[in-house]
């Protein structure tokens, strides 16, 4: 017997469904792909639960009833879909409601419920010929309830070659979303692509932008799954989640359609539905906290760690939906009422829908409005009348507390869930103190979180005064401290700590693709500097004066804010604009309100002055006087022209790019096309993790980030964000001379010739290409496919694929920031995007790949249609890429004195530098010759390696007896070509003179 087979894998599942998971193996001869039903389950199911409903059908329809219930299940599934049909059934003239399926109710089943829920036909049925159209066609599994689809399976195995990717393009491009079972919404609720290691996920099939999930559990605090005793790590998925009373409970209280109104770009207003199946973290937390609350009762707090990316207001919303009608072992409510604690009016929004899309019963979630009147007697009816979900602010429970209000309530006996939903951030102690007067029925326990904080004084009063025994706290973060761990954490079996009752960690949400790693795209300016020194300086690179017009901003001192605005405005330009198809927005975070004004003003009058089309906004609190003017204040509206709560809303328009911050958007702020960051303000610890992860949304075509930090050290980041992403690393700036080491270890495999490279490129940067041109792009790549697998052996084809990996990331990395005026490192970039797509893989190998090839190209055929340089073949010469890592060809600059460099100064730019200017640079580099640690770098190292290092120290000996000759530091910084003439002077001469002493 052949155990390694596919076909084994699949006869596991089966068989563990069939014994443990209350399966039975369905028949895949009665399937009816035409209408993507079992219809004799169908039958079976009715005739056994509601015997009187099919008698009286029969009475109705006589030899055609079986039809005629086909016919309106159909006529259902089509408007409403397959959910809402299992669920309430569908309707019959002469019978009223049949129902399709029977799920436990939340009170304990009585003999009739129970025996109507065991009723319940679940089949695992395998090899299912779905198709009309093509009959070989089929799926490896289907999982369905009383007839009905639900799931669909693809299986594959690594030990024949094939992985989850394989079953992923399986659906993309071998299933038919036309296919009845296939369907969305009226089809199977969700399909699911499975390997021994990994499972991924979608609910919607539609070819080849069909977007699949992981399904995965997790594995040492990244992505994939753990070991599991069985040896197939995704044994959970049959074992666990498709097991009866867990995939019954998902289908009835987890699992909805959402429906959301956009606007298209007409401005037209259309509905977007999507069908919500959980993500792994979001079933178990919220399993994990029910049957918790249940067992425990009212009087337990929780800490949610859940990261950015983790789906957090669909998990407090099925958790609000479940602890609503939460019963305990005796049948009896856990809580009379759950309180929603947040600042997202979003929240709200969404806490209704999918409590109706759940059970279609209206009215379950109360919002406590402002636009409504007073709040306190809002919240004190609502908590009076017991109300099953109640939405509200922190501030609202102030209002009640010492208000009328707070005189009519009737809190005995009554038991209390609060969830604390991390975006308010807003709070203060004494509001939160108020939960407490509010709720309580001892003590003094009080709550607040503010993005993942607890306030010092809550957490003091919670540990004074210990737990209420009628309220519940459940704590939702992405961020927590120490603090916030030791008050609401729990401690495991056998710890002496605390630890989050559940964690979906910020590193797995970075794994799993569903939030960008900010700190990958994290530099400093002095490392952002340096690079750009790097590519400018070289001499052989062509371009250098283009060049040099994107980088002589860097050689000016960063501490000038007119400097630092011409920095950002042209680094914006020049590698931002273009991204996520020329919507990409950047955000300028500054230390103080009066600085975010003076920003603004800076950002205007360079924009003016340059006569680009730019927006720009300014966010900041209240009113801010200018010290310069007396009786001048500025405040948000006003320098904005927009209502306050207007500015989320227009800075999402197309013609707004810059939003410049103080205090305000650095946390719980929601922009996708939020790209870049300059980083004008010192950052520590929980802030600057909260501050730089406004970038880390995903949407369509945005495949990376970029912050630029004027102030902060890239370690202080990186240990910032160590204690909520274990693995936190930030990618160093490097010497880019590197891409042409890996540029040459790539071309001298053979694997691709350079004529390849150049039919590649004629096709894919030809601006009248035509879709049948794609067939050229095949052309060039097939025989570097060919030579990858017939000329390198296994360990050759994994190292080739390293390097080539390498070189892709590195390219990426340094292009962001600066250009590379190389045709050819650009030619093999876009070739290596596709050949390493095409190359083949080894067995089991690699996890999914999520494609970002649309904004990339996207990308690159614009800068192609705009006509830029770097795209005209024979234009520039690429760097030597035989010379060691971290090295320079570059040679000496020309040896001159440096009143010789100040008088060609004079009579390049017409300046008139006197004898006291030309001492006074003297001065600077004295200055410097007398720093005992600048001498030491010049000795024992070269001289590129010591200007790279020393570029500021100039800078810095300039400003500091900038005092006593002003003029000449002032004429310089007007001209960067003069200062960089006269800095690299001065540096020639300090380098000189330490090599020569003794």
């Not at 804010?561 to 975070?589: C, D, F, I, N, S």
């Not at 924009?607 to 204040?633: C, W």
Request: glycine content about 6%; overall charge negative.
């Amino acid at each position: 017997m052949n155990i390694h087979t596919e076909r084994t894998f699949q006869d596991i599942i089966k068989a563990s469904l069939c014994a443990k998971g209350g399966y039975t193996e369905g028949d895949r001869t009665t399937f009816n792909a035409e209408r993507g039903l079992f219809p004799p389950s169908i039958f079976q199911f009715i005739q056994a639960t509601q015997p009187d409903t099919w008698d009286a059908l029969q009475r109705a329809y006589g030899p055609k009833v079986e039809a005629r219930v086909l016919e309106r299940i159909m006529e259902t599934k089509a408007k409403d879909g397959t959910l809402h049909l299992l669920r309430q059934g569908f309707r019959d003239v002469t019978v009223g409601q049949v129902k399709l399926a029977y799920f436990q109710p939340n009170t304990g089943l009585n003999p009739d419920t129970a025996a109507r829920y065991a009723a319940n036909i679940l089949e695992v049925t395998d090899e299912v010929h779905q198709s009309t159209r093509d009959t070989a066609d089929r799926l490896d599994l289907v999982l369905s309830l009383n007839g009905i689809p639900v799931a669909t399976a693809e299986l594959k195995n690594s030990f024949t070659g094939q992985t989850v990717e394989n079953a992923v393009k399986q659906y993309k491009f071998d299933r038919s979303p036309k296919d009845a079972v296939l369907a969305f919404k009226s089809g199977a609720l969700v399909h699911f692509a499975v390997d021994a290691s990994d499972v991924f996920m979608t609910t919607k099939l539609a070819g080849k932008a069909t977007f699949f999930l992981p399904f995965n559990r997790g594995r040492d605090g990244g992505a994939g799954n753990p070991d599991h005793p069985s040896g197939h790590r995704t044994a959970y998925l049959w074992e666990d989640v498709w097991a009866k009373d867990r995939w019954l409970d998902i289908i009835q209280r987890f699992m909805f359609l959402d429906r959301k109104e956009e606007k298209d770009d007409k401005g037209k207003l259309k509905v977007k539905e999507t069908m919500i199946f959980p993500r792994y973290h979001q079933l178990d937390a919220v399993t994990a906290l029910i049957a918790d609350a249940r067992a425990q009762g009212a009087g337990q707090n929780y800490l949610i760690q859940h990261s950015a990316g983790s789906g957090k207001s669909n998990s407090i919303a099925w958790l609000s939906h479940r602890l609503a009608g939460l019963h305990d072992a005796q049948d009896k409510r856990v809580f009379d009422s759950v309180i929603v604690i947040t600042d997202r009016r979003v929240l709200d929004a969404q806490l209704q829908e999918t409590v109706f899309g759940i059970d279609h019963k209206s009215g379950q979630v109360e919002r406590i409005d402002p636009a409504k009147g007073s709040k306190s007697p809002q919240l004190a009816k609502a908590l009076n009348e017991g109300k099953q979900i109640i939405v509200c602010t922190l501030q609202s429970f102030s209002a009640v507390y010492g208000s009328d209000a707070h005189d009519v309530l009737d809190q005995s006996g009554k038991r209390f869930a609060v969830i604390v939903d991390e975006a308010h951030g807003s709070q203060h102690g004494s509001a939160a103190e108020d939960v407490r007067k509010v709720l309580g029925s001892e003590g003094k326990e009080a709550v607040e979180l503010a993005d993942g904080d607890v306030d010092p004084l809550i957490v003091n009063a919670i540990r004074q005064k210990g737990r209420q025994p009628n309220l519940s706290f459940f704590a939702f973060t992405a961020t927590p401290k120490k603090r916030t761990v030791e008050t609401f954490g729990h401690y495991p079996p056998g710890a002496n700590e605390p630890a989050p009752f559940h964690i979906y960690s910020m590193r797995q949400a970075i794994e799993e693709g569903f939030i960008h790693d900010v700190l990958k795209g994290y530099t400093t300016y002095k490392a952002f500097y340096r690079l750009e020194k790097t590519i400018e300086d070289d001499p052989e690179l062509e371009k250098k004066k283009a060049q040099k017009a994107i980088a002589r901003f860097m050689s000016l001192h960063p501490h000038n804010l007119a400097q630092k605005t011409e920095v950002m405005v042209e680094h914006y330009r020049t590698h931002v604009r273009h991204r996520l198809g020329g919507r990409a927005k950047a955000m300028v975070v500054t230390s103080s309100r009066l600085h975010a004004v003076r920003y603004h003003q800076a950002f205007q009058k360079y924009i003016n002055a340059k006569g680009y089309d730019l927006g720009v906004l300014v966010a900041f609190s209240g009113s801010v006087p200018d010290p310069d003017i007396p009786g001048q204040e500025y405040t948000e509206p006003g320098m904005n022209g927009i209502k306050e709560t207007e500015l989320p809303e227009k800075f999402g328009k197309a013609d707004q790019h810059f939003l410049i911050v103080a205090e305000k958007y650095q946390t719980g702020f929601d922009q996708p096309l939020l790209h870049t960051m300059y980083v004008d303000k010192r950052l520590q610890d929980l802030a600057a993790v909260q501050t730089l992860s406004r970038l880390n949304r995903t949407t369509s075509g945005k495949d990376d980030t970029f912050v630029l930090d004027f102030v902060n050290e890239a370690d202080e980041i990186k240990e910032a964000f160590k204690p909520y992403f274990e693995t936190a690393e930030i990618d160093e700036p490097t010497d880019p001379n590197q891409i042409y080491v890996l540029h040459s270890t790539l071309v001298n495999t053979q694997v691709f010739w350079a004529q390849e490279l150049d039919a590649f490129a004629q096709a894919f940067y030809d601006p009248k290409r035509r879709p049948s041109d794609q067939g050229k792009l095949y052309a060039a790549t097939d025989p570097a496919v060919e030579r990858f697998s017939a000329k390198l052996d296994e360990d050759e084809q994994e190292t080739f694929r390293k390097t080539l990996t390498q070189f892709l990331r590195l390219y990426a990395a340094i292009t962001q920031m600066v250009r590379l005026e190389d045709i050819e490192l650009e030619k093999l970039y876009t070739f290596g995007r596709l050949l390493r797509a095409r190359l083949p893989r080894r067995e089991g190998g690699g996890a999914l790949a999520i494609d970002g090839d649309v904004g990339l190209e996207y990308y690159r055929l614009k800068k192609t249609s705009e006509g830029d340089a770097s795209l005209v073949q024979g234009d520039a010469v690429p760097l030597s890429g035989t010379t060691s890592v971290g090295t320079s060809t570059a040679g000496d600059p020309e040896v001159a004195h440096l009143s010789e460099i100040l008088g060609q100064v004079n009579d390049r730019f017409n300046f008139d530098f006197t004898d006291a200017d030309k001492l006074a640079v003297d001065q600077w580099a004295a200055d410097m010759m007398a720093d005992a640690s600048v001498v030491a770098q010049a000795r024992s190292n070269s001289y590129e390696n010591f200007t790279m290092a020393n570029a500021d120290a100039v800078m810095d000996k300039a400003f500091a007896r900038n005092e006593r000759n002003p003029e000449v530091l002032a004429k310089l910084l007007g001209n960067a070509e003069a200062w960089a003439m006269v800095r690299d002077a001065v540096l020639k001469a300090v380098y000189d003179s330490a090599q020569h002493r003794h």
